[in-house]
């Protein structure tokens, strides 16, 4: 038996349904809240690109859940789920996405550049792996201030052939910063498999050669992302440095939501499909003995919420025009001066 199931194992035999139901709906919340984003984006409310995590639901509610409000998270392009399992509003994400005033950004920033500083989440970001630099000076900061809290970035398998990687990891190693790289590997470079891409063993090994102590776990199981989580999110907090943490998982959707996804056979989607991460918590807390009432109440829940915060984004106020350039720093004309 490996580490991780043996881990999944006794943490299934000392389930704690109480603390797990909260869990349980906030991966419904995730799904519903993206599954009302891409119809959404069908009735033209929202514009530009959105990229679901339909399926990789237990990686965010895995982590964040064990973080406190101070602590800092930096997120990728394919960010809801994290925001929302940092603490995040739902209706001011869902105007957000909507380009409303009340947006978390006033409008201005949508779905791949979504933040919320009142719950530590600095930002998702466009362009990949540039997260990872970002998180690391966030954690230096944290350092520098003699603080206990930690910073958390989470990015894609295509960001570890990416430059900001390596000089992330290697600074965050240099220095011993409190920061928790966590690689949501859903097998894809947007279109393209990944290990098509990545030579060598691939990510942990590429963090242990850093010298981080790193594990992957089944992104799926969020009871092992849960526990593999709290040892590491505990002794990076004790002084124990960065550590990274490699979440196997898989997104259901396409890479954005009107990408058709031809490029992978409809078999593999449907096998993955079987291991569905919110069916796979639900299968665990049906053994515990949890009564299916109070399971199918958490989704029944969720849905009526996301009905309502659909319905008060979409009659939400736009923002004042003149308000677009308000919080733009504005340097000069770069031909007449250089910075």
């Known amino acids: 038996m ?60 895995g982590i964040c859940p064990n973080l406190r409000q101070a602590d800092l998270l930096l997120s990728t392009h394919r960010g809801h789920g994290h925001t929302l399992a940092k603490g995040a509003d739902p209706l001011a994400m869902m105007m957000e996405l909507f380009g409303r005033a009340e947006g978390t950004c006033g409008g201005k920033g949508g779905s791949m550049h979504i933040a919320d500083f009142g719950v530590g989440m600095l930002g998702a970001n466009g362009v990949v792996g540039a997260n990872i630099t970002i998180g690391v000076g966030a954690a230096h900061a944290l350092k520098m201030r003699r603080s206990d809290d930690i910073a958390v970035c989470i990015f894609g398998d295509g960001a570890i052939n990416r430059g900001p990687f390596l000089e992330g990891l290697n600074w965050a190693r240099v220095y011993d910063l409190p920061v928790l790289f966590v690689c949501e590997d859903n097998g894809f470079s947007a279109t393209t498999r990944t290990r098509t891409l990545t030579g060598g063993p691939g990510a942990v090994a590429r963090a242990e050669s850093l010298g981080l102590p790193a594990e992957e776990v089944d992104g799926n199981d969020v009871l092992g992302v849960d526990a593999a989580a709290r040892t590491a999110i505990d002794a990076i907090r004790q002084g124990g440095g960065p550590r990274f943490l490699q979440c196997r998982t898989y997104r259901m959707t396409g890479h954005t939501a009107v990408d058709p996804a031809t490029y992978r056979d409809a078999a593999e989607v449907e096998e993955w499909r079987a291991h569905c991460p919110i069916a796979r918590l639900e299968g665990a807390l ?27 984004a979409r009659d939400a106020e736009w923002p004042d025009p003149a308000q677009a350039f308000a919080d733009v720093q504005d340097i000069g004309n770069p031909a007449e001066r250089a910075y």
């Open 2 to 61: 490996t580490q991780n199931a043996a881990r999944a194992e006794e943490t299934s035999a000392n389930l704690d349904s109480e603390r797990l139901l909260p869990v349980l709906s906030l991966m419904w919340k995730i799904r519903l809240f993206e599954e009302t984003a891409i119809e959404a984006q069908r009735e033209g409310l929202v514009l530009g690109a959105i990229h679901p995590s339909i399926g990789q639901e237990a990686v965010a509610a």
């Open 286 to 312: 049906r053994l515990a003995g949890v009564d299916e009432a109070r399971m199918q109440q958490q989704r029944t829940e969720a849905e009526q919420y996301m009905q309502d915060v659909y319905a008060r």
